[in-house]
């Protein structure tokens, strides 16, 4: 095999820094060692892999398509050696992983915190990377590898990804108590010709909150009068709390400023509105003890 680990291991370390010289320490060699390396690579290859772009070096789409499959392959070789108690100092070898998880915003923010407490009470040193994003940019680095697991609030459209069922979750309609729709009621009932007079604010898209409202509400109302996008759920509260307009979120989302009165669950003739949470990983990826633990803890949980 004229492929060798070590090229594999420069390779990644190269596109995640962006150069020759930020991914030398990360691979223990000199900045020369680590490009003579990568060009060694790229001769047995017969390909470039990267766009030199001054002195940053940038994944061509021949580089992007190999970094999920180096990543796998060093994962199934880490596997091996944990498997065999090899490649490890006594210390390291007692040593908790470190998991890298990517969550979409609604989950990153208001659910995966306690989740992650949780699982570090259970497991002592236990540690958690998190990267927080929306549902395609998680689903996007769960692909790309980047992250172990991905926790996200809608479809997957990556073809290498697994998407499971995770959970269900409550969406809740939500405005300001004095919008001119409640008519001076906010424990008014809403019929579905009302609702479609309203202006929603909405999620960017590409956030699965956004996918997710679409699904729920479209059956219903046929269509949304947009109001304002914004690219977070703490800025969309905030527009409902001034009166900008109604929006549907994350029950967890929202709780704390309907307990506040600063915002009202408005009640409608729709059915009780859910969506499905979803638990993702690249379909290569070689999962270790402590990974598998950490999703079987999130699926009881």
């Keep these: 095999m004229r492929i060798t680990l070590r090229q594999l291991a420069i390779f990644i370390a190269v596109a995640d820094a962006g150069s020759t010289a930020a991914a030398a320490p990360h691979v223990a060699l000199s900045q020369s060692a680590t490009s003579a390396a990568l060009n060694e690579l790229e001769a047995v290859l017969e390909a470039r892999l990267f766009d030199r772009v001054g002195t940053r070096l940038v994944l061509n789409d021949t580089g992007r398509g190999l970094l999920p499959q180096a990543r796998a392959v060093l994962d199934g070789a880490a596997a091996i050696e944990r498997d065999f108690g090899l490649g490890a100092t006594a210390r390291e070898a007692g040593a908790p992983s470190r998991l890298r998880v990517g969550a979409s915003t609604t989950i990153g923010n208001y659910l995966l915190p306690t989740l992650i407490a949780d699982w570090q009470r259970s497991r002592a040193g236990a540690q958690v990377e998190v990267q927080i994003a929306n549902t395609g940019a998680v689903?996007?680095?769960?692909?790309?590898?980047?992250?172990?697991?991905?926790?996200?609030?809608?479809?997957?459209?990556e073809p290498d990804v697994v998407a499971q069922p995770w959970r269900e979750e409550e969406l809740a309609i939500v405005c300001a108590?004095?919008?001119?729709?409640?008519?001076?009621?906010?424990?008014?009932?809403?019929n579905v010709a009302t609702l479609r007079q309203a202006a929603w604010l909405l999620r960017e898209p590409g956030s699965g909150t956004r996918e997710a409202v679409e699904q729920a509400l479209l059956?219903?109302?046929?269509?949304?009068?947009?109001?304002?996008?914004?690219?977070?759920?703490?800025a969309i509260k905030?527009?409902?709390?001034?009166?900008?307009?109604?929006?549907?979120?994350?029950?967890?989302?929202?709780?704390?400023?309907?307990a506040l009165d600063?915002?009202?669950?408005?009640?409608?003739?729709?059915p009780r509105l859910k969506r499905p949470l979803w638990l993702v990983h690249h379909r290569r990826k070689q999962f270790s003890r402590s990974l598998a633990a950490f999703i079987d803890f999130c699926r009881q949980g």
Excluded: K, W
């Design 219 to 234: 059956p219903h109302l046929n269509a949304l009068r947009e109001g304002l996008h914004f690219g977070g759920t703490e």
């Design 177 to 190: 108590p004095s919008h001119p729709l409640l008519g001076g009621d906010p424990a008014r009932r809403l």
């Design 139 to 157: 689903a996007a680095s769960v692909a790309r590898m980047e992250v172990d697991v991905g926790l996200i609030e809608g479809p997957c459209h």
């Design 238 to 258: 905030q527009a409902a709390v001034e009166g900008l307009g109604f929006t549907c979120l994350s029950l967890a989302a929202v709780q704390d400023l309907v």
């Design 262 to 270: 600063r915002l009202v669950r408005v009640r409608t003739t729709l």
